[in-house]
């Protein structure tokens, strides 16, 4: 604990000043997704889904997935490239006494709490705005583990930046297209065929589609948690092998 608890400790620094500015952030797009396509779309059209779920109740957890996977990427991304690329401070970590577990364990553990966090403002937001929701307990188990591996995707991703346009890249060919096809905000049967399967190949499908078995109260089916766990698994290794590539 002691090797990756600074990176976690500067990390709850941060938010000591400017907690405020966080939750003002992390609430004002996940009302408007809320608002726009849950209460005006989805309400005012009765769109239903399978299982005669409404649009609002199907919403709820993609927004939750939507919120959790944004911010706990982005945050950890830019964290990471302001400190490898522009303030230099990330060669202060490589020089300590640390493994590189530790080092990639406290970025995963800082952008998951951002993550985390997040997820929490849209379960709220979700109590005063949807009528008769019910949040069920597995989600203690299971926003914590999606904000996790969330996260590493976002650690993996921080290490491969090189420069402010690689930032823009990511952004606009990999983080908009999975926020909006991985079954956050339609069905994945709604989508069409060639894309049903291609979107499996995005970490947020997976974490979607757990979130939306927790808030039905139906077991998370085994392969999902395979999914997940392969995902956390692989981007650790991609993490350690960038890590190895800077030390050369």
Not at 37 to 60: D, K, T
Not at 72 to 78: E, F, L, Q, T
Not at 120 to 140: D, F, K, N, T, Y
Not at 205 to 224: D, I, Y
Request: charged fraction near 10%.
């Amino acid at each position: 604990m002691r090797d990756w608890f600074p990176i976690v400790w500067e990390e709850m620094l941060t938010w000591r000043h400017r907690f405020w500015f966080y939750l003002i952030t992390y609430t004002l797009s996940p009302l408007i997704f809320l608002l726009s396509f849950g209460l005006g779309v989805g309400y005012r059209f009765r769109l239903m889904l399978p299982g005669n779920v409404s649009y609002l109740e199907f919403l709820v957890p993609g927004i939750v997935a939507l919120a959790v996977f944004n911010n706990a990427v982005s945050s950890v991304i830019i964290r990471l490239f302001y400190s490898r690329l522009f303030f230099r401070t990330f060669e202060a970590y490589r020089l300590a006494p640390v493994s590189n577990f530790a080092l990639w364990w406290g970025f995963v553990l800082t952008g998951a709490l951002r993550g985390l966090f997040a997820g929490l403002i849209v379960l709220l937001l979700a109590l005063l705005l949807v009528p008769g929701i019910r949040l069920p307990w597995p989600l203690l188990f299971w926003l914590p583990l999606a904000a996790i591996v969330c996260s590493s995707f976002g650690v993996f991703l921080g290490f491969c930046l090189r420069s402010f346009d690689d930032q823009a890249l990511i952004n606009e060919f990999l983080l908009i297209p999975m926020s909006f096809f991985s079954g956050t905000l339609a069905a994945l049967d709604r989508l069409p065929p060639f894309l049903q399967k291609l979107i499996w190949l995005s970490p947020l499908t997976p974490v979607t589609q757990a979130l939306r078995h927790v808030f039905a109260c139906k077991p998370v089916p085994f392969s999902l948690m395979v999914l997940l766990a392969a995902w956390l698994v692989l981007f650790g290794l991609l993490s350690w092998w960038r890590l190895m590539r800077q030390e050369d």
